[in-house]
């Protein structure tokens, strides 16, 4: 399984390569990392079905766009969600901090 999606991978991101000690690395340089709002349906009991807001990391570049990563239920509060992805897409948030930087921001409410 683990072959077929590193295949899939280098189809995605032609410079995908693997480093000596077995890990992976993409080399975004060639397109953009940006973050986009999400919504999506929850079941809460006793309150039934409810929207919530998360957020996606994608990557892109002239005819590609690929996810790289999702965080489905951040927050009931679409004003919140919308304004980390504009700090995120502001300030170049690398996609390998966008959970860490999720939790943090969760933290600090």
């Known amino acids: 399984m683990l072959k077929e999606q590193r295949s899939d991978l280098q189809e995605i991101f032609p410079t995908w390569r693997d480093r000596s000690s077995g890990a992976g690395c993409m080399d975004l340089a060639a397109g953009r990392v940006f973050y986009q709002?999400?919504?999506t349906q929850v079941e809460a009991e006793p309150a039934g079905r409810r929207q919530t807001?998360?957020?996606q990391c994608l990557w892109r570049q002239?005819?590609?766009?690929?996810?790289?990563d999702t965080?489905?239920?951040i927050s009931g509060r679409l004003s919140?969600?919308?304004?980390l992805a504009g700090l995120f897409n502001s300030n170049g948030l690398s996609h390998l901090h966008f959970r860490d930087?999720?939790?943090d921001s969760l933290c600090q409410l």
């Open 101 to 103: 930087a999720v939790l």
């Open 62 to 68: 002239p005819g590609i766009t690929a996810v790289l």
């Open 53 to 55: 807001y998360g957020l």
């Open 80 to 83: 919140f969600v919308t304004e």
């Open 37 to 39: 709002v999400i919504c």
């Open 71 to 73: 965080v489905p239920d």
